[in-house]
């Protein structure tokens, strides 16, 4: 391809002119006429048929000053999703259609790939409702809401629809390092509130643990001396969802000793946390048991304290503490870190005097607290 097509896209009748001489458009004309602001030079392209508006067009769009041209490539994508639900509706069984969750009334997300999967081994014409890999609309909105509501008013109406992975928007995303806590809560809440179900499990995992967790690895790191604004500054409702996050006492499948009964809120957060610390410059243990206690601190003082979230609470978090500071290995079976069950026993056996003593130490360490308590 010339560069010098892609100026073209400024100049729709010339779009035109190279269209009807048998030029066919491609996504990067598509970006070049984002790049210009035309309006019209979007529409021409989009109607052309040969431009995928997916990913990347969609990212770009959400990103547009322009309100207009956002517009025209989520109903471009609508559009194609309504197509493929179209062929969906014809050619797959209720069976089918029930097991992929499709509904007239909600247009297909995650569920794509596999639908045209189905589609291709019947020999149906897919022509215009193409895609060339799985995934999801609110995947490129980075953190625009105002956007993300109006792609819900188009129809993608179920974010709850899990991958091939089994995962849920609420579940995705959420191991990575370097996002900003704010924007974890801010994107969990809002998915909570268009419906996903926070217990929802994958591999013996609630879909609010893998939030906790992914909260807990992005806290600010231990340096700034003012990161607990961070937590004083969120909204309202962010507050009040790291709230429950916390005060979870939903267990998983784990059987790790550092929390009894499986993980909760609080251990999946802190183990999340504890991670961070560790895979960036190593500080003191102190560090990290001072930033839990101010955690904790804020907790306290932002809700009103109920005796029944927090004696369990503190439990937890005193395990997990004592557990981290005599050096005992995590052996957390969790979707973002897989143990085998014999490495599991292994470990066990090779720590199992160390595993005595943090009995022996909690049972002295809660004795200290309910003493404390009065």
Same mark, same amino acid.
């Given at each position: 391809?010339?560069?010098?097509?892609?100026?073209? #896209?400024n100049? $729709?009748e010339? =779009?035109?002119l190279l269209? !009807?001489?048998?030029?066919?458009?491609?996504?990067?004309?598509?970006?070049a006429?984002?790049?210009f602001?035309?309006?019209?030079s =979007?529409c021409?392209?989009i109607?052309?048929?040969n431009v995928? =508006? *997916?990913y990347?067009?969609l990212w770009?769009?959400t990103?547009?000053?322009?309100?207009?041209i956002?517009?025209l490539?989520? !109903?471009? %994508?609508?559009?194609?999703?309504?197509r493929?639900q179209?062929?969906?509706e014809a050619?797959?069984?209720v069976?089918?259609?029930?097991e992929?969750?499709i509904? $007239?009334?909600v247009?297909i997300d995650?569920?794509? !790939?596999?639908?045209i999967?189905?589609?291709?081994?019947?020999?149906?014409d897919?022509?215009?409702?193409?895609?060339? &890999?799985p +995934?999801?609309?609110?995947?490129?909105? /980075?953190?625009n809401y105002?956007i993300?509501?109006?792609? +819900?008013?188009?129809?993608?109406?179920?974010?709850?629809?899990?991958c091939?992975r089994?995962r849920?928007l609420? @579940?995705?995303?959420?191991?990575?390092t370097g996002? &900003?806590?704010?924007?974890?809560?801010?994107?969990a809440?809002?998915l909570? /509130?268009k419906?996903?179900?926070?217990y929802?499990l994958c591999?013996?995992?609630?879909?609010?643990h893998f939030?906790?967790?992914?909260?807990g690895?992005?806290?600010p790191?231990f340096p700034?001396?003012? +990161?607990?604004?961070h937590l004083?500054?969120?909204?309202?409702?962010?507050?009040?969802?790291?709230?429950?996050?916390? %005060?979870d006492?939903?267990s998983?499948a784990c059987?790790? #000793?550092r929390?009894?009964?499986?993980?909760r *809120?609080i251990?999946?957060f802190?183990?999340?946390?504890?991670?961070?610390?560790?895979?960036?410059?190593r500080?003191?243990?102190s560090h990290?048991?001072?930033?839990?206690? !101010?955690?904790i601190?804020w907790l306290i =003082?932002?809700?009103?304290r109920?005796p029944?979230?927090?004696?369990?609470?503190?439990?937890d978090i005193l395990r997990?503490?004592?557990?981290?500071?005599?050096g005992?290995?995590?052996?957390?079976?969790?979707? +973002?870190?897989? @143990?085998a069950?014999?490495d599991?026993?292994?470990?066990?056996h090779?720590?199992?005097y160390?595993?005595?003593?943090?009995?022996?130490? @909690?049972v002295?360490i809660?004795?200290a607290?309910r003493q404390? %308590?009065?």
């Amino acid at each position: 391809m010339k560069d010098w097509i892609l100026l073209y #896209a400024n100049w $729709p009748e010339g =779009v035109l002119l190279l269209l !009807q001489a048998g030029y066919k458009a491609h996504e990067y004309e598509l970006y070049a006429a984002l790049d210009f602001d035309c309006e019209s030079s =979007v529409c021409i392209l989009i109607e052309t048929g040969n431009v995928i =508006v *997916g990913y990347g067009e969609l990212w770009a769009a959400t990103r547009h000053p322009n309100s207009k041209i956002a517009d025209l490539i989520i !109903q471009a %994508l609508v559009d194609r999703r309504k197509r493929l639900q179209l062929l969906a509706e014809a050619h797959l069984s209720v069976d089918e259609l029930s097991e992929l969750k499709i509904r $007239p009334d909600v247009l297909i997300d995650l569920q794509t !790939q596999q639908v045209i999967q189905i589609l291709r081994a019947k020999n149906i014409d897919l022509s215009g409702a193409i895609e060339p &890999y799985p +995934w999801s609309v609110y995947e490129a909105l /980075g953190h625009n809401y105002t956007i993300a509501d109006r792609v +819900w008013e188009a129809g993608f109406r179920d974010v709850d629809v899990p991958c091939v992975r089994g995962r849920t928007l609420l @579940m995705t995303k959420r191991c990575e390092t370097g996002l &900003y806590f704010k924007y974890i809560l801010e994107e969990a809440a809002w998915l909570l /509130g268009k419906g996903a179900q926070p217990y929802r499990l994958c591999e013996n995992t609630p879909a609010l643990h893998f939030v906790g967790f992914a909260v807990g690895l992005n806290m600010p790191s231990f340096p700034e001396k003012d +990161w607990v604004l961070h937590l004083l500054m969120l909204p309202i409702d962010s507050k009040r969802l790291l709230r429950r996050l916390l %005060l979870d006492n939903t267990s998983d499948a784990c059987c790790c #000793a550092r929390s009894t009964g499986g993980c909760r *809120g609080i251990t999946i957060f802190l183990r999340g946390n504890y991670l961070a610390c560790n895979w960036g410059i190593r500080r003191t243990y102190s560090h990290y048991a001072d930033q839990t206690a !101010q955690i904790i601190t804020w907790l306290i =003082v932002t809700f009103d304290r109920n005796p029944k979230h927090f004696n369990q609470l503190a439990v937890d978090i005193l395990r997990f503490l004592t557990f981290n500071c005599i050096g005992i290995t995590h052996t957390c079976n969790h979707p +973002w870190r897989q @143990m085998a069950p014999d490495d599991i026993a292994e470990i066990c056996h090779e720590e199992r005097y160390l595993l005595q003593d943090l009995e022996s130490l @909690m049972v002295d360490i809660l004795s200290a607290y309910r003493q404390f %308590l009065g």
